[in-house]
């Protein structure tokens, strides 16, 4: 929450001069009337659209964006940061080739850090970068900004099996290190945000083993009571017992529901609605 995520976006986009002179006139007076950053444009009101999320400052819901360089394509789902709304951010990384792991300087790895992290990993999101936001809070610190890096490689990156990782001070409220290398973090040799981008790794490696990532409990009626979901990887047969996160639950699968349908089996890609044998939260 508040590290910076949909301001990353915005200035992405206006950095880029991906957006129309009168979304910036609009984003000029939107930032003096709701904006969070005293006469400074805010970039975030770009992409939180949401009343709910204008009034709050935080994003609630997954806003995409769709903007082009010479070098490739790129949709973007901005996710939000919050505990609660963990599950909107599976739906966003169950889609992406890619995921930037956003971190507050100031705050340095929290446990959402590497709640985000393990869940882009568990959807086969093998490359990231890891991008250190609000440089110009810790006044460009470079010994802080090691000291985060060195942080998350050992708390998070370590217990995971990212093929790549790339590390990148910035501030995108300032702009540095956006599009182009900032003067201001003149320690940092390598690429800007928008050329990781462009020249990152997007290959996906998912598991055989089945993994689902429940998004639903859908409960129409006593008798019904079903975990609903996107097939991250490998299948399920009626019958498999299957376990319940990280816990010691485990369940029989009774039915496998694809819309109004009952299926004898699911594989990766399907969205269904699987029935146990039992109750579990």
């Known amino acids: 929450v508040d590290d910076g995520k949909s301001t990353l976006l915005g200035r992405l986009l206006y950095e880029a001069q991906l957006i129309f002179d009168d979304q910036v006139d609009n984003l000029i007076s939107d930032s003096k009337k709701i904006g969070t950053q005293g006469e400074e444009i805010d970039f975030a009101l770009l992409v939180d659209g949401l009343a709910a999320e204008r009034e709050q400052g935080i994003t609630i819901d997954v806003a995409y964006r769709f903007f082009s360089t010479d070098a490739r394509k790129f949709i973007v789902a901005d996710s939000p940061g919050h505990e609660q709304y963990t599950r909107n951010m599976i739906t966003a990384a169950s889609n992406a080739e890619l995921a930037i792991i956003l971190i507050d300087a100031r705050k340095g790895v929290l446990e959402q850090t590497k709640r985000h992290s393990f869940i ?22 470079e010994e802080q900004y090691k000291s985060i890096v060195e942080n998350y490689k050992k708390t998070v990156a370590d217990q995971l099996d990212f093929e790549s990782i790339e590390f990148i001070p910035i501030s995108a409220l300032k702009g540095d290190n956006i599009t182009k290398n900032s003067t201001k973090i003149d320690w940092y040799k390598s690429h800007s945000i928008m050329e990781l981008l462009e020249r990152a790794k997007i290959s996906k490696k998912l598991a055989n083993i089945f993994c689902m990532n429940v998004q639903n ?65």
């Open 217 to 281: 409990v859908l409960r129409p009626n006593l008798d019904f009571r079903g975990f609903s979901g996107t097939v991250s990887s490998g299948s399920l047969y009626v019958g498999d017992t299957i376990f319940i996160g990280k816990t010691a639950q485990k369940g029989k699968v009774t039915s496998i529901v694809s819309g109004f349908d009952n299926e004898k089996f699911c594989h990766q890609g399907d969205s269904v609605t699987l029935c146990l044998d039992k109750e579990i939260d």
């Open 120 to 141: 882009v990993n568990m959807v086969g999101i093998k490359n990231i970068i890891v991008a250190i936001n609000k440089m110009d809070l810790i006044h460009y610190n």
